[in-house]
């Protein structure tokens, strides 16, 4: 039978593309997965940790999450995305109930992971420098209402500015190729999307680090 496994997006709609790609290399792994976290063996929580009040709300959620563990509903707890990216020594430290952290460049070895926690126990943490993009090809399960769509088209940021943590959190920017782009976005036309929106961190760099002139 296969493992459920319940996620939770927490934050932007980058964390949300993030989400929905793990969702797609999850299914086509033989996971299934479901809506309501007490129905799953595995929850797994994209966080976010930009702001204060994100931080809140993402340690509320994985302690909501946490509780079910401790009552049996669920067997493993994943925490993703930017808060383990950025706190995730502290948080082994404060949340032991937690089975995996894993960082925002870790996204395409979800399944990979989970499978190794589940044979040998060892290791809860997975996190690195982030080098990872997306592109046309990687699964993806969109949950954003029928006709409109999220489309990633760089990850990171190159600019060191005192009161933001992007580039720790995303790592140095770096960008999809135009065709990518083009393909994902005719494939995602061709499935009744009407409204498609280009996102990134630092949107108005894309290109920039390739010098050949790329851009939006």
Do not use: W
């Amino acid at each position: 039978m296969a493992e459920k496994i319940s996620i939770i997006s927490l934050g932007c709609a980058r964390n949300l593309v993030d989400s929905e790609v793990m969702d797609g290399i999850l299914r086509q792994s033989r996971y299934q997965v479901v809506s309501d976290p007490a129905e799953a063996d595995v929850v797994l929580i994209n966080t976010c940790s930009f702001i204060d009040a994100a931080k809140e709300k993402s340690i509320d959620t994985i302690l909501q999450a946490a509780r079910l563990k401790e009552e049996g509903k669920l067997q493993t707890l994943v925490v993703a995305g930017c808060l383990s990216q950025r706190y995730s020594k502290e948080l082994m430290e404060e949340l032991p109930e937690v089975d995996l952290f894993i960082g925002t460049g870790e996204v395409p070895r979800i399944a990979e992971i989970l499978r190794e926690h589940h044979e040998s126990k060892k290791g809860r943490l997975y996190v690195g420098i982030p080098s990872y993009l997306y592109d046309h090809a990687t699964p993806r399960i969109r949950t954003t209402p029928s006709h409109t769509a999220f489309i990633k088209v760089s990850e990171g940021c190159d600019h060191k500015c005192a009161f933001c943590i992007i580039p720790q959190l995303r790592g140095a920017h770096r960008s999809r190729l135009i065709d990518s782009i083009v393909k994902e976005a005719a494939t995602i036309a061709g499935q009744g999307v009407k409204e498609v929106n280009l996102i990134a961190q630092d949107l108005t760099a894309y290109g920039r680090e390739r010098r050949d002139g790329t851009t939006l």
